[in-house]
């Protein structure tokens, strides 16, 4: 079974650039997260899909941030414009199912380094 | 008090000693649990998982669940070096259709 995959694995940018990752999770997997990781904390989510729906969005900084899951299969999260602290890895994460507490399943991460 | 919570350490252990990694939850989280290990530069990949009350044993690891006091351990027997990692707790929220909450980890270093 593929993982998720994620790209691109590392980007530097400037403050104020726009920047996109990608994410392709589990065949089969319903269930598409989010999560931004800054050194040093825990992984902290950013948007929940189920197929192409949103089912949380309430922690992303939607002035800056977008994601979309048009086809209920990959997804693409949009920083614009970015600002020093959103250097972070962006991790997204897929599941079967919605119901009680999934088992998630990791990409490699997107690495985003912001000058 | 944060939804899910763990000492950032690090704790160092000798190799061969238990390691005991201990997590609390407050009442936003449901009770279901997650330990994920994460090796520096790497994603987060799962361990175990609990949803009962009591312990449940996985070869080298056995993780703990109380709920009347709301915590979370897990126990690595035999440590090793390449046991060392950060270990991320995760909850399941009650009303947040499966996502998880993860704790801020907890850096564990094996030494030879």
């Known amino acids: 079974e593929a993982g998720v995959a994620q790209s691109p694995r590392y980007k530097i940018i400037e403050k104020r650039q726009s920047v996109a990752f990608w994410c392709n999770p589990i065949?089969?997997?319903?269930?598409l997260y989010w999560y931004q990781q800054i050194l040093g904390q825990g992984p902290k989510l950013l948007i929940q899909f189920q197929n192409n729906g949103v089912v949380d969005d309430s922690q992303l900084p939607k002035d800056r941030f977008s994601a979309e899951r048009l086809k209920g299969v990959d997804s693409t999260l949009k920083i614009q414009p970015a600002k020093l602290e959103d250097s972070a890895v962006y991790l997204c994460?897929?599941?079967?199912?919605?119901?009680?507490?999934?088992?998630?399943?990791f990409g490699a991460g997107s690495r985003l380094t912001v000058l | 008090q944060k939804e899910v919570e763990q000492n950032s350490g690090p704790l160092s252990v000798p190799e061969g000693a238990i390691a005991s990694l201990n997590c609390t939850y407050s009442?936003?989280?449901?009770?279901?649990f997650f330990w994920y290990r994460q090796y520096s530069g790497k994603s987060p990949e799962l361990i175990m998982s609990?949803?009962?009350?009591g312990d449940k044993e996985d070869g080298r690891f056995t993780a703990q669940l109380n709920k009347a006091s709301q915590y979370v351990s897990l126990l690595i027997r035999d440590s090793q070096p390449s046991d060392s990692a950060t270990y991320l707790c995760?909850?399941?929220?009650?009303?947040?259709?499966?996502?998880?909450?993860f704790g801020q980890g907890t850096e564990l270093s094996v030494k030879p």
């Open positions: 994460a897929s599941s079967l199912s919605v119901a009680g507490a999934n088992v998630l399943t």
């Open positions: 065949s089969g997997h319903a269930t």
């Open positions: 995760a909850g399941g929220g009650r009303d947040q259709g499966g996502k998880l909450i």
């Open positions: 609990i949803y009962s009350n």
């Open positions: 009442d936003r989280v449901s009770q279901s």
